[in-house]
């Protein structure tokens, strides 16, 4: 892909997290040596952006636009080829990704999202894998806070353990941040085409749902989505379910799948994994657990109802490009915490943590970061194609870029 004019093409660059993207590109492409191109479907708006980039580099006015639409085939077959990776920022997207993986998988250009929506991640997987394969593309879904932390943090207690896993938990803990106009239409949107879809219903409520072939995993209980609030005996600490966990642990267990069919074992035999929020071990935890069952059983309830759901789009959720201001994306902040079995007995400890708003500035970064270790780091990724997940299509690279970055992903013995 040496020919191609562009190392990566941000599409979707004048939308709220597309834009942040481009300022993070702005900043850190120029001194790797990274040709960098922003895309959309209008050129006016893509002009704006230009122009605002430019505001602190001025070589930026020369930044190339190119203008594609998400369900216009013909415009992305002339946008994909022009660049080793394209990385998109267009959701939700089971309404507007699937054409543009297509064209990556067609055109042998590699890809990274930041959706976190199980539907598409399965038609892609179902859709696009033998191509994308053929054509040596990879394909990376869920490459910002849904699902790099879960899916790194796991990975990097298996490096670290050197040995089997018999099972790997990962908690959310102190996290500052606001929710996406764009992650809450991608909610929306899954729980409207679950209502008249039994198969989407089914895919939701499999623990191996985005394995590469369904059905091969055995149920255990132990992956089962939590659904009330729990004392985790391994942490000590009251635990609540976490809203991002249908799309995290079937992104770990899908990375753990595709490992296991290369090497028969993946992160282990038998391995098995889960995530929940932590809260703390007496009564204060067990009140904030209960409280946050309570607000997201109320959230689900009243977005069922179609006025109530109405009143809430209109008065209290943000819609898709709208996003916190830049103070409180700066002043945000996650950690995530990772606790491991191995088979031998070894209790593994790990933590990712960001200094942003995981949800937009945290995003913004493990997206871009992704996006140029796809494009510039060939020769140091793991050498397999196809649908993948951030740990089988960047692996420990990734973990690299993102320390760099300023992120904290670390994993010791307990």
């Avoid at 191109?37 to 930044?63: C, F």
């Avoid at 490992?259 to 935890?285: I, V, W």
């Amino acid at each position: 892909m040496s020919e191609r004019p562009f190392d990566i093409v941000l599409f979707g660059a004048t939308g709220f997290t597309g834009k942040l993207v481009a300022e993070y590109l702005a900043k850190e492409a120029k001194g790797r040596d990274v040709k960098w191109a922003i895309a959309g479907r209008n050129p006016v708006k893509l002009e704006a952006i230009r122009r605002d980039l430019a505001r602190s580099d001025t070589t930026l006015l020369d930044l190339p636009l190119r203008t594609a639409e998400s369900h216009d085939v013909a415009s992305l077959d002339e946008l994909v080829p022009q660049a080793k990776v394209v990385c998109t920022t267009v959701g939700p997207y089971s309404k507007y990704g699937i054409e543009l993986v297509r064209a990556c998988a067609r055109h042998g250009t590699s890809y990274c999202d930041l959706t976190g929506e199980p539907p598409f991640v399965r038609r892609s997987a179902d859709e696009c894998n033998e191509e994308a394969t053929k054509n040596k593309a990879r394909i990376v879904h869920c490459a910002g806070y849904d699902s790099i932390p879960s899916d790194l943090g796991t990975l990097l207690a298996r490096d670290h353990a050197g040995e089997d896993l018999a099972w790997a938990k990962v908690f959310v803990g102190k996290v500052k941040g606001a929710i996406s106009g764009g992650t809450i239409a991608s909610m929306l949107g899954i729980m409207e085409l679950a209502k008249s879809d039994r198969e989407v219903r089914k895919l939701l409520f499999d623990p191996h749902g985005l394995d590469p072939v369904r059905g091969d995993a055995d149920r255990d209980p132990f992956e089962d989505d939590q659904r009330s609030v729990r004392f985790d005996k391994d942490i000590g600490r009251w635990t609540a379910p976490f809203v991002m966990a249908t799309i995290n642990t079937r992104v770990v267990r899908r990375s753990h799948a595709i490992l296991k069919a290369e090497n028969d074992k993946g992160y282990g035999p038998s391995f098995r994994y889960n995530e929940a929020m932590s809260f703390a071990k007496g009564p204060a935890g067990l009140l904030s657990a209960t409280a946050v069952v309570a607000a997201v059983g109320a959230f689900m309830a009243a977005t069922a109802i179609g006025p109530a759901r109405a009143a809430l789009e209109r008065t209290v959720l943000p819609a898709p490009g709208e996003g916190p201001s830049r103070a409180s994306i700066e002043s945000g902040f996650f950690e995530m915490h990772v606790l491991a079995r191995t088979e031998s007995g070894r209790m593994i400890r790990g933590r990712v943590a960001g200094d942003k708003d995981p949800g937009y500035g945290g995003t913004a970064i493990m997206l871009a970061e992704s996006a140029m270790c796809l494009a510039k780091d060939e020769a140091s990724l793991p050498q397999r194609w196809g649908i993948l997940t951030p740990a089988t299509g960047m692996g420990m690279q990734l973990v690299k870029r993102l320390r760099a970055a300023g992120m904290t992903l670390e994993a010791h013995d307990a």
